[in-house]
C-alpha cells in the first residue's frame, strides 16, 4: 500500500518519517510513504492519476481547504474547521479528515495543560483548528483571536460559528489586554511570537507555541523561564501523523513512541547539520 504527504512547500515535511517509523514498527512492510511538491492546482489531477493501492494522503498548505472540494465524503470536523489535512480511500473515493484538531487536543493534554480559557495569537487554519481543540477540551469561555489584521479574521470566526464556539477578535497589538489567561496558543510563523517574549514573561499563561523547529522559540524559552508550561509544534505534528496512521492502516495501535524516537532523531540530525 501507498501513502504520502502533499503541499507547497513540502521538502521540510517531518511526514515521511514519522508514518515510515509507524510502518515499520508495526511489521507493514509493503507499505511505503513518498513527499511530493503539490499546489492547488494540481491536487485535482494527482488524484485522478492513483491506483487502488494508494491508502491516504497526508496535506499541507495550500491543499487543505482544496481538498474538501475534492473529496466524495467530509467529516463534520473537517467541514466546521474548514479544512483537511488527510484524505482516506473509501471505495472508489476519498474521505477527508482533520487531524490536526485531534493532535493539538493530544498535545496539550500530554502535557498536562487544561486552559479553562486561551488566546489564540493569528486567524489562520492552524487558528481555526485550535478553537477546535479547545472547545474538544472543554473551554466554554469565549476564545480570543489576535490577528495583525483583524479584517483577514473570517477564516477562523466562520469556523467558530459552524463549530458553536463563541470567538472574540482583536488586534494583536492590544496582547497585553488578553494575557490574563490560563494558555496561549501561538499559530504564527516561526520567531513571530518572540517579540511578546517579555509579556509572555510576565503574564500566568502557558503556552503552546506551534513552531517545532528550532525549538524553544524565544517566547518559549521565556514563559519557562518564570515557571510556566511550554508545548511546542513537534507533539501535534507527532499525535495528527498518529491519527492519519490509524485512519490509512485501520489499525487502532499505533506506535507513538517509536514515532515520536524517530521524528526527535530527525529533527536532531536537522540540527546539527
Not at 487531524?99 to 486567524?123: H, W
Not at 463549530?163 to 513571530?192: F, T
Not at 510556566?228 to 499505533?254: E, I, K, N, S
Request: net charge negative; charged share 20%; glycine share 10%.
Amino acid at each position: 500500500m501507498r501513502a504520502a504527504v502533499l503541499g507547497s512547500p513540502v521538502a521540510h515535511s517531518l511526514s515521511p518519517v514519522l508514518h515510515t517509523a509507524a510502518y515499520a514498527e508495526m511489521g507493514l512492510e509493503r507499505w511505503s510513504y513518498g513527499l511530493y511538491e503539490c499546489g492547488e492546482e494540481g491536487l485535482a489531477p494527482f488524484l485522478s492519476g492513483l491506483g487502488g493501492e494508494w491508502a491516504g494522503l497526508s496535506l499541507t498548505m495550500p491543499l487543505k481547504r482544496r481538498a474538501l472540494d475534492l473529496a466524495d465524503t467530509v467529516t463534520d470536523l473537517a467541514r466546521q474547521v474548514g479544512g483537511a489535512n488527510t484524505l482516506v480511500r473509501r471505495g472508489a473515493g476519498w474521505e477527508a479528515h482533520n487531524t490536526d484538531v485531534a493532535g493539538i487536543a493530544a498535545a496539550l493534554t500530554e502535557a498536562g495543560v487544561a486552559p479553562r480559557n486561551a488566546v489564540v495569537l493569528g486567524a489562520g487554519a492552524t487558528a481555526a483548528s485550535a478553537v477546535a481543540a479547545l472547545r474538544l477540551l472543554g473551554v466554554a469561555s469565549a476564545v480570543a483571536v489576535l490577528a495583525r489584521d483583524t479584517a483577514r479574521t473570517g477564516e477562523v470566526t466562520a469556523a467558530a460559528r459552524r463549530l458553536g464556539h463563541p470567538v472574540e477578535v482583536a488586534p494583536l497589538s492590544a496582547i497585553d489586554e488578553y494575557l490574563d489567561a490560563d494558555l496561549v496558543v501561538s499559530s504564527l510563523p516561526s520567531g513571530a511570537a518572540d517579540r511578546y517574549a517579555e509579556r509572555l514573561a510576565r503574564s500566568r499563561a502557558d503556552l503552546f507555541d506551534v513552531v517545532y523547529a528550532p525549538w524553544p522559540t524565544g517566547a518559549a524559552e521565556a514563559v519557562a523561564s518564570r515557571g510556566g508550561r511550554t508545548v511546542g509544534g513537534f507533539p501535534m505534528l507527532l499525535h495528527q501523523a498518529v491519527a492519519q496512521v490509524r485512519l490509512m492502516t485501520g489499525t487502532a495501535d499505533v506506535p507513538v513512541e517509536a514515532m515520536r524516537a524517530a521524528g526527535e532523531a530527525e529533527l536532531a540530525r536537522r540540527k546539527a547539520s
